[in-house]
């Protein structure tokens, strides 16, 4: 373990062509195991670091629009995986599907783990939301 | 597993062990140019690679086991024939179990992993025929088990419904599996029973606000040893394990402190039950008598051995285990690490070196050149604090002396105060203190609840501090402003990544690092910095100094006619410049090429003296002894 331990952003200086900044240790922020799965239209993209943000209106058990703010791994990331910024935002005002470990504060917000976007493709955040 | 890296990373440069990174998936991504992915594997595995070997009870050197590589966790099985150990594989970014045979030093590869899953935390069955295993498959985590010859498809014997977990022990009765999962709201052990008809599900042995971890049974698994820093630091506990209680339940008796000076884990129990192995505090291989028939009994820890100095700093719970007849010690003994602060001047000359060989990283010089700033590992007590050394004479002064680690040290522009980051609780935070460590400590920031950071520059007129995380943030340090209610501005947030601002001398300039015209190759950049506005660069666009790459080391001479920097061939660059009117650059030229990757972060070091003719790096002492 303590060699994982040791694998840190600080001597990841090697690496810093494409680091995945963590900017936050995601739990202290959100709880693994309270997950949340939500369908609805996909309405933001920050696409920037030190993570991606992006914000789902959905309607939960009635017309009530709930506003959800998914944040995700940073966007070096992404682009290791092949995913651009542009995969993300085409999916704008469409529906979209996203898992996600839910905020310890009980907001509307969580830490985005998977997102099935309008043409199926599946985009992971794993393994580093998982 | 997962829980794991999170928690580091709060505590960014925290540890000293490792030099460089070894990959791990989701975590560090590699270049994917093949020629610089290739380069960049390569000096990982130099600067990392271990080798397997064994210790008898006196500390005394056995045997080694098959060539370096990147092992992780080493388990050695029950008859101690063969060694369950983790392997990454780069350029996949898989970790993967394999099965190494002592007398011959034959892997077998257990587990085959599909790109950027892994397998890991590798515990034995009690006949040595399997190796259960942590692994991540399709976007979860499981509790797996396989053949130990590799033979047969792996068997999914639980999947955790969420949080990461570390399998840390299969009882020696064969019954149970037990793992631990821990973040920064606490922790909680966990007992999957193996013999139960249907679905398993796991038993939470106990929950806690601390971090807890380690559990392993005694051998007729009515005890569990883990280790909890309830007490303010790591210690080794032993409590009572019932299947049949509640998960609240209070404990039947106990819990037991066992270790008494710190216990940093690796808490095994001999298979007759009478002794229980542990890795203190400054990691040396303690044993304890014990007795569980019928109470549980401990006596007082004493010292089997200290494994060798110079492999000190890189041995911990994840590296290194005892036999289940507590006769040998597999240790994952890493590339020596002492460190000689070495100065050169520019044409590689060697002009001086800065006190004795110790466990050094990223060497700062002060601003009158007189000074060295640096990261200093305690091998005695396992501690990483800040020290100051004066050149002239080798005698280093400890600027703190505590138990939560301190790193990425930077002088004041008056060479007075050194400023540091530590992280306490929840929040990482940047400190002060006088140089030569007398004073209170003063912090000056704290960041966001779990959020890391690099601190890499003070500005010259002391207003400013500056550190990254991806994002470029800017902290002004108004007198009239508390410490807790100082805020970081964003100075430069975009989708690619910007590191390691440096002020130049008249603070109208901002030197980084960023890989905005190709991600997989940083550049040296400039841009205005304006005092009255530091929430944002100054108007212009930025002005690329380096040409092939750049690692760090980014340096303002005093004067601001030349700055430095490192590329990712380990070359030091010169380039000269200009800031009036406007910044401008020539073309970089090579100082000097150092031997090949050193430890630490250099987009965190500011080595240059402020005339530019001496740079301090903390090179290799191999077979020299620790001061």
Known sequence: MSLRI??????????????????HNMSALFDFNDRVTLTGTLTKVDWRNPHIELVVDTKSGGDQVQTWSFEGPPPSFFRARDINKSDIESALGKTVTAEASRARDGSHSGLLRVMTLPDGKVVSACPQNC | MKNSYRISITTAAVVFAALLPAAVPGEAQLPRDPAER?????????ANARQ?????RQGKVVSVIGPRDLYNQPVQSPDRKRVAVIKPDLDKETNDLWVLDVATGKGTQITFSQSRESASAPAWSPDGSQVAYVALRGGRFGLYRKASDGDGPEELLYQSPGAPMTLTDWSMDGRFLSYFSTDLSGGALYVLPLDAAGERKPIEVFKSPSQVQGPRFSADSRFISYVSNQSGRNEVYVRPFDPAASANAAPAAGPWQISDQGGQGMAFWRRDGKELYYLAADRGVMAVDVGTAPA?????????????EAALTGVAPGTASISRDGARVVIAVHPPQLRQNTAFDRQEKVVSTAGQPGFYLQPGLSPDGKRVVVMRNDPQTANQDIWTIDLATGKGTPVTNDTPPENAPIWSPDGT???YVSTRGNYAGIYRKAWDGTGDEELLFRYTPGAGMVLTDWSPDGKFLTFYTGVLLVVPLRADEKPLDRKAMEWLREDYDVTQGRFSPDGRFLAFLSNEADAD?????VRPFDASKPEAPGPGPAVQVSKNGALGMIFWRQDGKEMYFLTRDWEVMAVDVTTTPTFQAGTPKLLFKLPGPLPGNPAQWKNVSPDGQRFIFAMPATGASVR
């Open chain 2, 52 to 56: 397997l070997t064994l210790f008898d």
């Open chain 2, 521 to 525: 190759k940083p550049q040296v950049s």
């Open chain 1, 6 to 23: 040791g694998a840190f952003i600080a001597l990841a200086a090697i690496l810093v062509a494409g680091s995945a900044w963590a900017h």
């Open chain 2, 417 to 419: 105060q050194v400023a």
């Open chain 2, 38 to 46: 290739a380069k960049v594997i390569a000096q990982i595995f130099e």
């Open chain 2, 296 to 308: 549980f009994q401990f006596g007082k820890p004493k010292l089997l051995f200290r494994p060798p």
